[in-house]
């Protein structure tokens, strides 16, 4: 089944504590990026990748690192989290090739809460 | 920069009823796409609908078509015989032509609709 998968799905830690959330596509795109969804923000894009080794700012970067060393996965970073980074997180990927103008393919989230 | 507003953050409708969502937006570009995606409780974001602008015709999917007018900066999203399973968050989203972003293909997103189908 072609799909984004993140994991965790839930994730409670403490102020500085460095995490890892990760994110793996089985659909072979190129293009993948992050998003964070706040009450009344709706989404906001964190960091996104072109392709394997690129990488550029969203809207939302700082507090973030990303990194993509192969195609299939683009984990997120918090090397020291903090309380406004408390969020809902989406991993999404597109076939960038295939057609101009292809839609977000989401994961299913990962609910995280920094205290 | 580009904006999408979505000014009902709530609305209900009774089960086989019509519904309408709005959203405007606010761009200077003639290329580019729009979406609705479909976040119900489980979290998933799933995409219910897309526009290409330079496009005419209303994207329609089953019971889910859009009023796309380009000129007004509008993309209404109609919901006929509405369904139990349609409650949930909506969100009208907005991408420009790749080219025109140097490739980024961001979407930028309303903050959404909270639609409930009552019984």
């Known amino acids: 089944e072609a799909q984004v998968t993140q994991n965790p799905r839930y994730l409670i830690t403490v102020t500085g504590k460095k995490l890892t959330v990760t994110c793996s596509q089985n659909?072979?795109?190129?293009?993948m990026s992050w998003y964070r969804q706040d009450p009344g923000l709706g989404l906001r894009q964190i960091y996104y990748?072109?392709?394997?080794?690129?990488?550029d700012k969203g809207d939302v970067p700082e507090g973030y690192k990303v990194s993509r060393k192969e195609k299939r996965n683009f984990p997120l970073i918090l090397e020291s989290p903090s309380p406004n980074q408390t969020s809902l997180y989406f991993c999404?990927?597109?076939?960038?090739?295939?057609?101009?103008?292809?839609?977000?393919?989401f994961g299913n989230g990962t609910r995280l809460t920094v205290t | 920069a580009q904006t999408v507003t979505q000014s009902q953050p709530e609305m209900s409708v009774q089960e086989a009823e019509t519904v309408t969502l709005s959203c405007t937006y606010d761009?200077?570009?003639?290329?580019?796409?729009l979406f609705w995606y479909k976040q119900p409780p489980s979290r998933q974001m799933i995409l219910v609908i897309r526009?290409?602008?330079?496009?005419?015709q209303n994207a329609t999917e089953n019971r889910f078509s859009v009023n796309f007018q380009k000129a007004a900066k509008s993309f209404s999203l109609k919901i006929s015989d509405s369904q139990l399973g349609d409650t949930a968050m909506y969100f009208c989203?907005?991408?420009?032509?790749?080219?025109?972003?140097?490739?980024?293909?961001?979407?930028?997103f309303g903050k959404g609709t909270k639609l409930t189908v009552n019984p």
């Open positions: 659909m072979n795109h190129e293009y």
């Open positions: 999404a990927s597109k076939d960038s090739a295939l057609w101009v103008g292809s839609p977000l393919h």
């Open positions: 526009q290409e602008a330079y496009k005419q």
């Open positions: 989203a907005f991408m420009k032509h790749a080219l025109a972003q140097g490739g980024s293909e961001k979407l930028v």
């Open positions: 990748s072109m392709n394997v080794e690129v990488t």
């Open positions: 761009t200077s570009e003639s290329n580019y796409y």
